[in-house]
């Protein structure tokens, strides 16, 4: 029998899953979404080629259910789906703050729930997912979960407590570096350079930072200390963001989103 995945909710980072388990091989026969809008669900069907469906026939079709509404939207969804449901249905909430044990309470007693944050690299395969269980979640249903979100990147198991900081770190992270290199495009206009150039600079700096972190094996001092010329350009640069409390900001911000992720959790 096929293994059947639905994703209800096929947003931002819903669709970007759902086009990434294409890619990875999966048919679309064997993929189903869900959507609010019917020219959602248009626009999904002409993109992907796959069914678009309700929530509730998606909860009877598929073996297994990722639930990839906005936090705020998640009760009224597990309500919805609560009836049709059975309890052998694995399912993935991919939602910021909601807790394997709100979605527990919410469906039929003993079905497995597993929490995932991914990221909108998923776009790219270069998504980071981490993934933790809920109280029925065994071995398989974490390794399924995985074999699904590997197909978009990388994934880590973490208890589910760190999954608000996770959120702070991964699944924000990726607007973290857009707003970093939204600003330093800003310099650029500043020291003279066409806005289109200043963007290219920047973007190539990034990606060849980012190659250098994850393939070099360095600690990000050592490459930054690299970097850094004895009585040099960046050294003067680091001064002024130490003197502007760029680091001390970066950990308020992280501890900010990680607050929110809690509140969400709450329901607010
Ligand atoms: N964006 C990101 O980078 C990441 C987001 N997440 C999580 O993913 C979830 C979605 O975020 P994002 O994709 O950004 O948000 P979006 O608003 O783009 O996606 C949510 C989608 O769910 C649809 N929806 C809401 N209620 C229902 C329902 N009852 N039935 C069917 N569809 C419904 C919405 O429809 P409509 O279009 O009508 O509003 C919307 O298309 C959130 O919980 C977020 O925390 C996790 C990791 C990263
Ligand atoms: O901003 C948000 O709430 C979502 C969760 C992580 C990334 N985007």
Do not use: C, W
């Amino acid at each position: 029998m096929t293994h059947k995945i639905a994703v209800l909710g096929t947003g931002k980072i819903g669709e970007a899953l759902l086009g990434g388990m294409l890619r990875a091989g999966r048919a679309p026969a064997d993929l189903l979404a869900t959507a609010r809008r019917g020219e959602r669900a248009q626009a999904l069907r002409a993109r992907h080629g796959v069914e678009v469906v309700t929530n509730a026939e998606a909860a009877k079709t598929a073996d297994t259910l990722i639930l990839a509404v906005k936090p705020q939207d998640m009760a009224a969804l597990l309500d919805e789906l609560a009836p049709h449901t059975p309890a052998d249905r694995l399912v993935i909430s991919a939602a910021a703050g909601i807790t394997t044990g709100f979605v527990e309470s919410r469906l039929t007693a003993g079905t497995p729930v597993v929490r995932v944050m991914p990221n909108t690299p998923a776009l790219v395969d270069e998504a980071m997912s981490v993934i933790s269980g809920g109280t029925h979640a065994t071995e398989e249903h974490l390794a399924h979960a995985e074999e699904i979100f590997g197909g978009v990147g990388k994934t880590l198991r973490l208890p589910e407590a760190q999954q608000d900081a996770a959120t702070a770190l991964s699944g924000s992270g990726p607007a973290y570096f857009y707003f970093l290199v939204e600003a330093m495009t800003d310099a650029g206009i500043l020291l003279g350079l066409p806005r289109d150039k200043a963007h290219d600079l920047i973007v190539q700096a990034a990606v060849g930072a980012s190659v250098m972190l994850r393939d070099s094996g360095e600690h990000p001092v050592t490459l930054r200390e690299a970097v850094t010329s004895p009585g040099g350009t960046t050294i003067s640069a680091i001064r002024e963001l130490e003197k502007h409390g760029v680091r001390a900001a970066l950990i308020a911000a992280l501890e900010a989103a990680r607050d929110r992720s809690r509140e969400l959790a709450a329901g607010s």
